[in-house]
């Protein structure tokens, strides 16, 4: 029997972050994925947006990581030549109540680390962005963009280069607990094939539960639900009317951060997403949508022009939220918690993920125990 040393369910950007980290110290690792490349599902149908990390709790993995994660992932960019644009963003209000709301962000900010929100008033904000309408807005300077595949593709080359492995079309069928780890059952393209392992991490995204059961020997008192939430994105045709991302004040139910408005390095303006809870993978885009995405924007981009508003992609959350539920924090499960020496399950890995990436990574590798060399 094969054998490596850590088996990564999931080549998503949090998978191959994860697996990337874990190169530098041991030698035999090995990324598998179900679908024919890497990311192919959350990691690349998101904003592709740099997160500043102050819309989280004081004390939650989210504010922790997010925050942590975008200091790591601007360097790597920086290091590794990665496409990316700290563009800042603008978070806007609409009349008193939001104005407040702004006021007690930037409390919750500073509680988090995040101590270079700028308040803008009215009169400042006609200069920055004429086409924006608001009574006030926040802005975040540490806010950014990100090539998302450019940055997969170099933490993969990253793995390769520390002799590690990436194996597509590969789907886990099984895992048992051993004496000196696990044995893991693979199937690759209808053939069956067992390896050994010490370490094990599931990092399967929309499949976590489904990943997880599969697990022998782990409890399901510690497996959450996980629920599909589904954002549409709209793309705005002809030359973009802000200069820097635009978001609403955050949805009160926490599931979303409002529909927004984001560019990529190319200068595509687009909007999106919304929240669509669902119990079916599917991710067409209905030209219906657009008047709801329209009232929407209407309220900081009064001028929008419906017509320049087309169906472009949409992407689909692991969220440990339910619907109606209050919000909820990433899961990052080890032994501590499941007893199962070696094995790191992670659940509800949603926004700010991308962002926090490199900072789960160094997580995974503390629930681990493992001492990696920088």
């Given amino acids: 029997m094969e054998h490596v040393d850590v088996v990564v369910i999931g080549a998503g950007v949090v998978g191959l972050a ?16 179900k679908n024919a490349g890497f990311g192919e599902e959350i990691s690349s149908r998101n904003s592709e947006v740099i997160h500043a990390g102050i819309y989280y709790p004081k004390g939650s993995l989210k504010a922790e990581l997010c925050v942590a994660g975008k200091q790591a992932l601007y360097e790597y960019c920086q290091q590794r030549h990665i496409p990316y644009n700290n563009i800042g963003k603008l978070i806007v ?14 409390e919750k900010a500073a509680a988090n680390g995040v101590d270079d929100l700028g308040w803008v008033s009215a009169k400042k904000m006609r200069a920055m962005e004429p086409n924006l309408s608001a009574s006030a807005a926040l802005l975040s300077p540490s806010t950014g963009i990100v090539d998302v595949h450019s940055y997969m593709r170099s933490l993969l080359a990253e793995i390769e280069q520390n002799n590690g492995k990436f194996v597509a079309r590969t789907e886990l069928e099984r895992v ?4 000196s780890g696990f044995v893991v059952t693979l199937n690759c393209e209808d053939e069956q094939l067992k390896i050994s392992s010490k370490y094990v991490i599931n990092s399967a995204g929309l499949y976590c539960e489904q990943v997880a059961k599969r697990i022998e020997g782990l409890s399901e008192q510690f497996i959450p639900t996980v629920h599909w939430c589904r954002g549409h994105y709209f793309t705005y045709a ?27 390095l190319g200068g595509q303006l687009k909007f999106g997403p919304d929240t669509q809870y669902i119990d079916v993978l599917e991710y067409a885009v209905s030209l219906g949508l657009r008047d709801t995405f329209i009232q929407a924007i209407k309220r900081y981009f009064p001028n929008v022009d ?17 619907p109606g539920a209050a919000a909820e924090d990433f899961c990052v499960q080890g032994q501590d918690v499941h007893g199962v020496q070696g094995l790191v399950n992670l659940y509800g890995i949603e926004s700010p993920g991308l962002t926090s990436s490199l900072a789960i990574a160094q997580r995974v590798v503390q629930q681990l125990g493992i001492e990696v060399s920088v």
């Fill in 238 to 264: 002809g030359k973009s009317p802000f200069q820097q991302l635009i978001y609403p004040v955050p949805e009160k139910n926490g599931v979303g951060l409002g529909i927004h408005c984001t560019l990529d």
């Fill in 93 to 106: 209000a609409q009349n008193a109540e939001e104005e407040t709301y702004l006021q007690e962000m930037i």
């Fill in 18 to 33: 994860i697996a990337a980290r874990l190169s530098k110290h041991l030698s035999n690792v090995l990324v598998i994925d």
């Fill in 306 to 322: 419906a017509e320049k508003l087309q169906p472009a992609y949409s992407g689909i959350r692991p969220k440990l939220q339910a």
């Fill in 176 to 179: 048992e607990c051993s004496d």
